[in-house]
């Protein structure tokens, strides 16, 4: 089997409801995927991260023919031949192994879950990512309800924990932290993300006025390039801090978990260079005694990409109730995720279901990559 051709969607939905967090604002959301197609008649799927606008150019130019006339069954050959390891757009490459194992797991009949040593588990347990800013809540108060009432919402659907974006002002954010805890009781799970908005100082402020809340883990108070100032946080707060969903190649989360700048690792599979750099940063992880948490935000294929990745992972320490993988499912608005796939994916009680057709197992609906599709930067590589 040949990869005989490619060609590269650049994606953009756009969005009812402006949201913000402490970067800036989404008013629609976006996704680069590639198909990759074959001298047999199959065709694999992947997304990659980065923007529309350059992103193909780059795969068409520097990735797609180092892929054409190769089989895409020696897939970890291909993951180290296009910079896996080191060095390159870990984000592209992301995107391209994963086509290469869908495409391997069709080949085979199996899902991908099956190519990368078998599945300890049929669902995956997901917590509810979404309490941002939204646009239309213009004073304090309502940006206040509007929180509490969308945390109820996940309790309802059965989600064991929630997310809530902070890193705008630390006496507000304090404020809202404290708020939403109240409204959704003692038992269910509440993270916080800052979204790297503060110095260490700033973080430990923040940190220290929400301890009180009982937060499941502090994320990114700090930019990942001051491992230093994440040191002093974890030092100085009495709540488990996460970061690394930013970071691609394994050295950079060998940095992260080796000099124990973090509690929890949170590496995203379209980010960090794709389903073998999931497998050895966990592997860094266990060996640390760091946990593993992956963050993923993208679209249906990102999500079903991760599902497969989770499905593989054992619990984690020995114990009557072993502490099982949990994985971020962004609940904000996003056509991409919802409308991607002929059969979305959807919750149930706080878990998700691994895909179990061969490869990622998922079938894109082609009126939607139709809908969505930014023509102008769409390519095609090869015959
Ligand atoms: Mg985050």
Same mark, same amino acid.
């Given at each position: ?32 995927? *590639?198909?990759?197609?074959? !001298? ?29 006339? #190769? ?34 797991? #069709? ?39 509007? @929180?509490?009432?969308?945390? %109820? ?18 006496? #507000? !954010? ?15 799970? %509440? +993270? ?48 488990? *801090? ?43 992880? !266990? ?16 999500? +079903? ?21 949990? @994985? ?31 490869? @990622? ?7 939607? @990559? ?5 023509? #102008?930067?769409? +390519?095609?590589?090869?015959?």
């Amino acid at each position: 089997m040949k990869i005989t051709r490619i060609t590269i969607h650049a994606l953009h939905a756009p969005i009812t409801n402006t949201f913000f967090y402490s970067q800036g604002y989404y008013p629609g959301r976006d996704a680069v995927l *590639v198909e990759l197609h074959t !001298d047999e008649g199959l065709a694999g799927w992947g997304q990659c991260s980065g923007a529309p606008t350059t992103t193909p150019a780059v795969i068409e130019c520097q990735y797609a023919p180092r892929l054409l006339g #190769k089989d895409p069954r020696d897939w970890n050959v291909h993951w180290h031949a296009l910079g896996g390891l080191r060095g390159g757009h870990y984000g592209i490459v992301s995107g391209l192994e994963m086509a290469l194992l869908d495409l391997a797991g #069709k080949a085979a009949g199996l899902p991908i879950y099956k190519l990368l040593g078998g599945a300890v588990r049929d669902r995956v347990k997901v917590y509810a990512t979404g309490l941002y800013k939204l646009e239309r809540w213009t004073s304090f108060e309502a940006w206040r309800e509007g @929180l509490i009432e969308e945390a %109820l919402g996940y309790r309802d659907e059965g989600f064991s924990l929630c997310k809530l974006k902070i890193g705008f002002v630390p006496v #507000k !954010d304090a404020q809202l932290v404290h708020a939403v805890r109240e409204a959704i009781g003692p038992e269910m799970g %509440l +993270a916080v993300d800052a979204n790297c908005a503060w110095d260490a100082a700033t973080a430990i402020q923040v940190g220290k006025a929400i301890e009180s809340a009982h937060i499941a883990w502090y994320e990114e108070p700090l930019p990942p390039t001051n491992l230093e100032g994440y040191r002093e946080v974890r030092r100085a707060v009495a709540i488990p *801090v996460s970061g690394g969903e930013g970071l691609g190649g394994l050295y950079a989360f060998r940095d992260m978990i080796q000099t124990r700048s973090v509690d929890i690792i949170q590496p995203d599979i379209i980010i960090c260079g794709g389903f073998s750099a999931m497998q050895r940063i966990q592997v860094l992880a !266990d060996a640390n005694h760091v946990r593993l948490l992956p963050h993923c935000w993208g679209s249906a294929l990102s999500l +079903a990409a991760s599902l497969h990745f989770l499905a593989t992972i054992p619990d984690g320490a020995p114990s009557i109730t072993p502490t099982e993988p949990l @994985l971020e499912f962004d609940r904000s608005d996003n056509p991409l995720r919802e409308n991607l796939l002929v059969e979305p994916l959807r919750q149930q009680g706080g878990y998700l279901p691994v895909p179990q057709g061969p490869g @990622l197992g998922v079938e894109i609906d082609s009126d939607s @990559l139709t809908r969505f599709r930014v023509a #102008k930067v769409m +390519a095609q590589v090869g015959g």
